[in-house]
């Protein structure tokens, strides 16, 4: 502080004495100049550079030390003169004394330093860096040195002095470089250029010699220290065109040779090298044009398998393995665009593409995946927890959205839901109502409405057997026969193709009973009968009883065995009242399974033929 006191006193005296003072700061700049510039020029190679660094650093504290010293100079003499700060003054007299005779050098040796430190040697980066900020003060306008932290120490700034002007008072302590064309002629562009050829030559060295996953490895390895540079000493703005001359030589200009080569894309796809194929997404996303190339590439790949499922013999003759089958490749590359594609929105269309191609070439794809959902809600569900149902659900309505031939799915879909609901086949109409629910979502409720119908019909169904019952005086049961009846709204179901035969006297005095019922709720309503549902029939004839599950038809059959114990195959042809040449093979083939050598419900004088001639006796 006895320092700072002389120099106040001998600058309230005049301002010839604050001239006398403002000559000795220059002098102790100049003469410190001197020293340093003879240091640096007794250093040859990185020495100098290292040599340049720490003398930037020491001439920092040199300056900052005389500034508090000639504070004054800096408070009231310098402003009233319209002079330069103390500071600048200082920058200036490094700039004309080291950085000018210098800066060729600096330039040299820190490209030097950057070269050694990419072919794996370890440098100090610190003396780059304080090197580079000298670069960017001789620039500053306005310097001024000011204390960071323990960790920066004293730093240098350029102030943006306030000014009055017709606008507002822009407030002090912001702080830019004012121009720095010379940082960017001289060091930035040749940096990047150099930068650019150093990897050229790099990435065909590497391309020619090493598989992809080998030159992704290096790729990645020389990203994480080139952006480690940004830390270390490197402009932000300058590290950025670094990088993007990187991505340049290193990715965009060999991404579709990286792709198509031998030990690239496909066959990481076909090896299922997931982490591969995550590692070439991670580092090609740096530059977006690249992903639409790889994308390109996988959309054969995935078109490839699809065709293979459906072309193969084994899956064509198998509705529920064809549709398992696409399912599975749906999950598995639904997988592989998550994990090591990061749900990446251009593969999810180039897949979905691929699997509207193959899916729809083959024309009986929609009524295969119509028979697979059938066999999930009859079979396939069953002891399965709801989420693993709500999985296979979601997964199977992600294959269906890329179906052209929704129609033709939705009819037998429909048909399929017509069986399941007349023959009580469902495992679960929670399962039934969510992938409804979600066809409606793909469809449109115009095109699900009828689906819908059906629903609520069997439900209506259920509350007019429970009014029946009490109308029958809490019997659903008419001469021993128990009765299920459902009224299905005209129109809205798949057409049932019904045969003209006799119906037996108990089930026409239910139907009877039944149609009384309902003429006493809905006297405007016209019911007509038709016969789809299973029977359950108890055997009587037998020491032990046996339930048959048969066909309204084959009750029918029954029922005439019940009159005659024998009749030929044209006898009971006309006493179930079959005339028409249809009916008739509808009719042998129910009359056919009661034969079954196996079961031995009715024989057939010709047990080992599987026809029926007119005087054949049964």
Known sequence: M??????????????????????????????????????????????????FSRQWKKLTIHINWLKRIFAYLDRYYLPNKSQDSLVTIGQKQFKESIFEPCKSMVVEEIFNMILREREGEIIDSNIIKHALISFKVVTFKNPDIEWGDAATGLMWKDVILPQVEDGPI?????????????????????????????????????????????????????????????????????????????????????????????????????????????????????????????ATHFQPYVLQRGKTLTTSEANIKDPILFSTKILDLKKELDRLVEYSFAKDTRFQKVQNIAFQTFMNDFTQTPNYLATYIDFELTKGLK?????????????????????????????????????????????SRTAEDNILSKLKTECGINIVGNIYKMLVDIDESQTHMDNFKKFNKDSISIEGVELNMKVLTFGMWPEINQISWTIPPQMDHCIKAFEKYFVSKKSNTVLKLLIEDNCEVSTLYLPKSYCLICTSLQVAILWAFNQSPKYTYSELRTKIGISDAKDEAEFKYNLLSLCNPTTKIISKSNAKEPTFSPEETL
Not at 407 to 426: E, M, V
């Open 383 to 427: 002891g399965q927890d709801d989420a693993t149902i709500e999985t296979k659900i979601s997964l199977f309505i992600s294959v269906f959205t890329s179906l052209h031939s929704r129609d033709i799915f939705l009819k037998a879909y429909q048909q399929k839901l017509k069986t399941r609901l007349l023959h009580s086949t469902l495992l």
């Open 170 to 294: 822009e407030k002090p302590g912001k702080f830019e470089p004012d121009n720095v064309n010379w940082y960017q002629d001289n060091f930035e562009k040749p940096l990047v250029e150099r930068t650019r050829k150093y990897y050229r030559d790099k990435a065909t060295g590497w391309f020619s010699k090493l598989s992809v996953i080998e030159y992704l490895v290096e790729l990645e390895s020389v990203i994480n220290r080139e952006e480690g540079h940004s830390i270390s000493f490197l402009e932000n703005s300058t590290n950025k065109k670094v990088l993007e001359s990187l991505n340049d030589e290193l990715i965009k200009n060999f991404s579709t040779n990286l792709i198509e080569k031998e030990t690239g894309m496909e066959f990481m796809l076909k090896h299922e090298k997931q982490d591969d194929l995550k590692k070439m997404y991670n580092l090609f996303k740096r530059v977006p044009t690249c992903l639409d190339i790889m």
């Open 2 to 51: 006895s320092l700072y006191r002389k120099v106040l006193t001998l600058a309230d005296i005049d301002d010839t004495k604050c001239a006398n003072l403002l000559s000795l700061y220059k002098e102790k700049n100049n003469k410190y100049l001197d020293y340093a510039h003879k240091e640096i020029d007794s250093c040859k190679g990185e020495q100098a550079l290292v040599e």
